[in-house]
């Protein structure tokens, strides 16, 4: 036998060079082995990754949220943005938005916290101190390649005033984020 030739007279050529390697086809992987009747090796049939995950140098892995937030409305000094007006106190103006966080991975995710951190404004604090966090009880679901809007209010004894928020997530592979967003709160 020389060159893949069999007793036989038949002629094969390696399809992969070392058995036991591996490569990604699709989403899912295959191996270099041999599969059929001739001594050359071949790579096998796909075998696919799990529905959250992706093939990466022939192995299955789980895979990661990919994130984006935006503000999707306000701040205004109205409660226009989908949250419930309040009555800040003497003094203080209340500014009203919302939040969108979107996933385009195909993973989805839980926000479980937030936590506000707000730049200097005179001698004055915009309410609790800073940083405030905010934990969701129920947290907010982001569906496998959706979004969820989160409406925020909050107030302040002076404006314009920037804000931070943080937010805290986890995916359903249990991979941990941290998303900031930074705006000017100002009417």
């Known amino acids: 036998m020389s060159n893949g030739c069999e007793v036989s007279g038949t002629c094969c050529t390696n399809e992969c060079s070392t058995s036991g390697a591996k490569q990604c086809s699709g989403n899912g992987y295959q191996t ?3 599969y059929d009747a001739d001594s050359c ?6 075998t696919s990754c799990g529905t959250y995950q992706q093939c990466t140098n022939g192995v299955c892995v789980n895979k990661v949220a990919q994130l984006t937030i935006t503000k999707e409305c306000g701040p205004y000094c109205s409660a226009i943005c989908g949250g419930a007006a309040f009555t800040p106190p003497s003094g203080a ?19 479980t916290q937030k ?24 947290v907010k679901t982001i569906p496998a390649g959706g979004n969820v809007v989160i409406p925020g209010a909050i107030y302040s004894y002076c404006y314009p005033r920037v ?5 805290y997530i986890t995916d359903d592979n ?8 930074t705006f000017t709160l100002n009417c």
């Not at 090796?41 to 796909?46: G, M, Q, T």
């Not at 103006?93 to 926000?111: D, H, L």
């Not at 991979?175 to 967003?181: A, D, G, K, M, R």
């Open 163 to 167: 804000l931070t928020e943080t937010y």
């Open 93 to 111: 103006t209340a500014f009203y938005y919302s939040i969108k966080i979107s996933e385009t991975n195909g993973v989805g995710a839980r926000v």
């Open 41 to 46: 090796l071949e790579w096998s049939s796909v």
């Open 32 to 34: 270099c082995g041999n």
């Open 174 to 181: 249990g991979n941990s984020f941290t998303q900031p967003i």
């Open 115 to 138: 936590c506000r951190d707000y730049a200097a404004c005179g001698s004055y604090i915009a309410g609790p101190a800073s940083p405030y966090c905010i934990s969701y009880s129920p």
